[in-house]
């Protein structure tokens, strides 16, 4: 299995991996710009699941690219 977070935007929960692009709601940018994400609910290595009922940490950040 691939790495991959599930993260939470615009008042919704969303499963990412590597490559996504998303089409996110309530988010003060405009179309097509990057955005980083702090709420980061779980992170999977490909193995493991880590996770946090509001956050794994206030360190993970999730940068579109």
């Known amino acids: ?3 991959y ?5 615009g008042g919704k929960q969303y499963r990412v991996q590597k490559g996504d692009t998303l ?3 309530k988010v003060g940018a405009e179309a097509g710009a990057k ?3 702090d709420t980061v609910l779980a992170v ?3 193995t493991t699941l880590r996770g ?3 956050r794994v940490s206030p360190e993970p ?3 579109s690219t």
């Open 44 to 46: 999977s290595d490909g």
């Open 1 to 3: 299995m691939e790495p």
């Open 61 to 63: 950040r999730w940068t």
């Open 52 to 54: 946090s009922a509001r």
């Open 5 to 9: 977070a599930v993260i939470e935007t």
């Open 23 to 25: 089409d996110i709601e």
């Open 35 to 37: 955005i980083t994400v």
